[in-house]
């Protein structure tokens, strides 16, 4: 380890100075951002892209550096909100020279853009090797190559022949934002050893004259380092199939005519057949820890942030009929694909889903799984390999494997109780017919089943164990792998959806309407069918759950699957009052949300009763009318579109709240019930500033108020004041019982932006008062104490 410290040292040197030269046998590396308005989602690294080792990194501003002369470098700047820095939020920019030439430059990607340079040629699909078809030695593990085909139709890849390592074979159809690791993720083509020729690789490819592919040869692991990879590509030639739709052998990859057959023909393929092999999701079942990520949680794969508790396994689809499952290209399929943004590939909808059940049949949440790709990868029953993730489908004969190590393909098991569960992998469950309209002719064997005991030790960490006692998965109406399940009501087969709130069998948005209407006036209590989240509550974020299923239900059907809803602990909202005319009788509320958009939010107000209230955001962002009763104390607002409250990194105002009457000498913002993000999850919420104290005459205003924060609320160990001065001034601070007794006093020098800090050591669970004079101002705050 020292002597890799003492090398990485005498290659890099940093230089503070932006206009120094480099020493002989170096070359500089200068960084430069402009940051756009929330500079502190933006961070960037500089590696050593052959070793991996960091060279440099930083957040919103940029640096000079020296390397080594021969380094290949990889620079990636990241965007934590997933916006890029230009052009929603300010006209941030970035780019990076190499001894004085532009090597990236931009500003406009979501959560990250990389660039590779002065690597050799073939390092990366950025600066790759430029073949036709022909035989190549691959001189480095993971070499690059771009294909432009002269000729439509089937062509082969292959390391098969003199190699003695471990060989892989991968097949991209772009390279800008590619997401890719060393598995099939992202691929459009993919073999590990399933193409037949041992521990080698074959791909047989169906490709587009009209595109440019880039194909990647490597080994499995570093088993082919310091090794040259042989491989060939050769093309077979155009796919021969019947090209008549109306016929029941059509191939719809053909490009040139082949003989077709009609119904009738007792020479018809009969249909495809979906199975799942039990064996593999049973044998290749595995614990794994992972760190819980936007894009994870977003696509559902994960119920939670944080660090969390997976089972991994492989799952092996085949097709075991004698007709093709032709599925297509997922731009030509809108209805059945979702694009992701995060991970950059297009999701299947309806193929792969994963299932917990506990031993009454009853489903436990644990992620959802989306197939992302659908592609030949294996043909060990004798069919030939067609289709990849460009023009999906899986030939009779074949098989697509989804391994264990890929992204999603685990349940969560972080918040499963102890038990015993049976895990079914399903395929193809809603029995629906392929593109071309071919129906399964078994749909039995479009389950696998694997019972699992789930256990905890003394600190709550579950473990997992097969059990081999596992009952056949029969559904509520008795039929073995039946789709029937109970409603909401415990009625088997039932109508009654979750949210249904009108019960007309449909989620609209007059039933998120109605969660309102029904919080405001306190006519609703939680049952399974109305509690979406199952928290025990109705509030504000049921309704938004019920609003995205009907918004962005379909087709990604998980949105509707209840219940459902998370916390996000990486987004605070606070709620502060700035502003108080009691001449006109109207409080002002403000909001500050740096890390997120806002969809909804709910809070309550004390010391009036509530008039009216007006909404204060852009109505060009946000056109809502927030809800309320008048003569109440609660506030909602919620866009039933789906719009959403900007970021903001600084307060900007929220709504108006007119009042009819002052009902204490404190108008305070007594509670947040729930605000939501731009994802339909939970925010942290925080009130600041959240009282202002006035006499019954009215006199109190501007002039007799101050602008300050008190957090955190309830607190523990600490309590923090901000109060805006605008000079140096004498704080007189009091701390008070419930009984009116002074517990802690102090007399602090404090002036505008400096944070007061107040012990709280001595302090027992429950509520105090905290008050504080300054400026010629007394102030009242309740603040909670919670050890």
């Known amino acids: ?130 073949i036709n078809t022909g035989t190549f030695a691959a001189m480095q593990n993971n070499t690059w190559y771009a294909f432009k085909p002269d000729s439509i139709g089937a062509y082969s890849i292959s390391t098969c022949g003199s190699n003695t390592c471990d060989t892989k074979i991968w097949v991209y159809e772009q390279c800008g934002g590619l997401t890719y690791d060393n598995s099939n993720m992202g691929t459009l083509f993919y073999d590990d050893n399933s193409g037949g020729c041992g521990l080698q690789a074959v791909v047989t490819a169906y490709l587009d004259s009209a595109k440019t592919y880039f194909i990647r040869i490597g080994g499995n692991g570093s088993s082919c380092t310091g090794t040259a990879i042989n491989w060939e590509l050769s093309y077979i030639g155009p796919i021969q199939g019947c090209m008549d739709a109306n016929s029941c052998n059509y191939n719809p990859l053909a490009t040139v005519p082949g003989p077709c057959l009609y119904p009738g023909d007792p020479n018809c393929p009969m249909a495809p057949d979906l199975m799942i092999v039990q064996a593999t999701v049973a044998s290749s079942l595995y614990q794994d820890q992972i760190n819980a990520e936007n894009c994870y949680v977003n696509e559902g794969c994960l119920t939670g942030f944080g660090m969390r508790d997976i089972l991994r396994f492989t799952t092996h689809i085949k097709n075991i009929g004698d007709q093709d499952y032709y599925i297509g290209s997922p731009n030509g399929n809108s209805g059945q694909f979702t694009y992701d943004n995060c991970h950059g590939h297009w999701h299947y909808v309806g193929y792969a889903e994963y299932l917990l059940y506990d031993m009454q049949g009853i489903g436990v949440p644990i992620g959802y799984k989306n197939g992302f790709c659908v592609l030949d990868l294996e043909c060990s029953d004798g069919g030939t390999a067609q289709y990849g993730c460009g023009n999906m489908g899986i030939s009779h004969g074949c098989g697509d494997i989804y391994s264990s190590g890929l992204p999603c393909q685990w349940i969560d098991i972080t918040d499963v109780d102890t038990g015993k569960y049976m895990l ?69 087969g039932g109508s009654a959806l979750r ?112 008039l009216s209230v007006q909404n204060m955001v852009p109505a060009t962002d946000y056109p809502i009318n927030p809800e309320f009763i008048v003569g109440g104390n609660e506030i909602i607002g919620i866009s039933y579109q789906g719009l959403l409250i900007d970021k903001y990194n600084n307060p900007a105002p929220l709504c108006r709240v007119f009042y009819s009457e002052l009902t204490d000498t404190m108008i305070c913002i007594s509670k947040i019930t729930d605000i939501v993000n731009q994802n339909y999850e939970r925010t942290i919420h925080q009130i600041t500033g959240s009282c202002f104290q006035h006499t019954f005459a009215g006199i109190d205003n501007a002039e007799n108020s101050i602008a300050y924060s008190v957090y955190p609320n309830p607190a523990r160990d600490m309590l923090n004041l901000n109060i805006s001065l605008q000079k140096s001034e004498k704080v007189n601070i009091q701390i008070l019982d419930v009984v009116g007794k002074v517990v802690y006093q102090s007399q602090q020098q404090t002036w505008a932006g400096n944070i007061i800090q107040i012990p709280l050591d001595a302090l027992a669970s429950g509520v105090y008062s905290l008050r504080f004079n300054a400026g010629g101002v007394s102030v009242t705050e309740k603040v909670i104490v919670s050890k």
């Open 424 to 492: 079914v992998v399903r395929v193809n469950w809603d029995q629906s017919p392929d593109a071309l309209g071919r129906v399964e002719s078994n749909f039995e064997n479009n389950w696998a089943q694997v019972c699992i005991r789930i256990t905890r030790n003394a600190q709550g960490i579950p473990s997992f164990s097969l059990d081999t006692d596992c009952p056949t998965y029969v559904d509520c109406m008795g039929v073995t792998y039946g789709n029937t399940v109970l409603d909401c009501e415990g009625v088997c």
């Open 1 to 130: 380890m020292k002597q890799f410290l003492l090398s990485l040292t005498a290659i890099i040197i940093l230089i503070l100075n932006s206009n120094a030269q480099c020493p002989a046998g170096f070359k500089e590396v200068i960084v430069n951002i402009v940051p756009d308005n929330y500079p502190q989602e933006t961070s960037w690294t500089l590696n050593d892209a052959q070793t991996n080792a960091q060279i440099a990194s930083g957040g919103s501003t940029g640096t000079t550096i020296c390397v080594g002369q021969n380094i290949c470098l990889r620079f990636t700047i990241n965007d934590s909100y997933g916006d890029g820095i230009c052009c929603g939020y300010g006209n941030g920019s970035y780019s990076v020279t190499l001894d004085g030439v532009l090597i990236a430059a931009g500003g406009s990607f979501t959560n990250y853009e990389t660039t590779y340079f002065n690597c050799p040629q073939g390092f990366a699909c950025s600066n790759p090797y430029n």
């Open 499 to 610: 949210g249904d709130l009108n019960a007309d069998t449909a989620r609209t948005t007059t039933d998120a309407q109605l969660y309102v209407n029904k919080i405001l006036n306190q006519t609703i209590s939680p049952t399974t069918c109305k509690d979406l989240n199952a928290d025990g509550a109705i509030t504000v974020f049921d309704a938004a759950l019920v609003n995205n299923c009907v918004l962005n239900g379909a087709p990604n059907n998980d949105l509707c699957n209840f219940p459902r809803g998370i916390l996000n602990p990486n987004d605070t909202v606070q709620l502060s009052i700035f502003n108080v005319n009691t001449a006109q009788q109207y409080i002002d509320i403000q909001i500050k949300n740096p890390t997120t958009k806002v969809n909804a939010y709910q809070f309550s107000m004390s010391g009036i009763k509530i």
